[in-house]
Structures are given as C-alpha cells and as structure tokens.
C-alpha cells in the first residue's frame, strides 16, 4: 500500500522560512516523479513545484520562483520543499505527489496525472 506523509508545516510570519517533508513508502520511489502542490478554499489544486524522477529536471511555478527549493532523496524515499522568504500568499494547504514508473523525461505540472496523494499539511503565513 503506498503512503504519502507530509510534515513540517505551521504558523509562521512574512519572510519566515519552513521546510516540508514527504515520506513516502509502498511504491518505487525512484521511479516516481514527484510534485508539490497547495490549495487554498475555493480554488483549483496548483502546482509549486514539480521533479522528474532524478530530480534534473524540475519546473517552479513563477510565485514561488527563487524563494522554494524541491529536494529528493531517493534512498530515503523522502522529497523536500524548502521555502523561504514566506508571503501571506503561500497560505495553503500543501500536498506531495507522485507519479509512478515513469521514464527519466515524464514531468507534469498538472495534478490529475499523479497517482498517489499525501493527506496536505497546513502552512499558514501571517502578515
């Protein structure tokens, strides 16, 4: 069974920083290609960022651009979001996501494709 388990989110202030972890287990992780995304009430799932399976090659989205950093350790089966310089824009739900056997060229920056989800984890940032 896979499991996808995020942590590391909280209550934090304007141009604080976090660092978010996704644990995953039950699947070839190192096969996967991997995405975080957030949500917010009332609005579509959108991408932060997104990995193919090696980790070369990744896609950030324009309003986390030079302030989130993607890392993934594939014998820890873990990826990481590191986000710095946090805005009251960031308030979100944030999910890790993977899609399974793929080749080293698949990578998506749309939700629906990925197979397997985590249960989100809130990061909240005051102003």
């Known amino acids: 069974q896979v499991h996808l388990v995020e942590s590391g989110g909280g209550l934090v202030h304007t141009g604080d920083s976090l660092r978010l972890s996704c644990a995953a287990s039950?699947?070839?992780?190192?096969?996967?290609?991997m995405g975080w995304f957030r949500q917010v009430p009332g609005k579509e799932r959108e991408y932060v960022v997104v990995s193919n399976k090696n980790g070369r090659s990744v896609y950030y989205s324009e309003s986390v651009k030079g302030r989130f950093t993607i890392s993934r350790d594939n014998a820890r089966n873990a990826v990481y979001l590191q986000m710095n310089s946090l805005k009251p824009e960031d308030t979100a739900v944030y999910y890790c996501?993977?899609?399974?056997?793929?080749?080293?060229?698949?990578?998506?920056?749309?939700?629906?494709?990925?197979?397997?989800w985590g249960q989100g984890t809130q990061v909240t940032v005051s102003s």
């Open positions: 996501a993977a899609k399974t056997d793929v080749s080293s060229f698949y990578i998506s920056v749309i939700p629906s494709p990925y197979d397997y």
């Open positions: 039950g699947l070839a992780f190192s096969s996967s290609a």
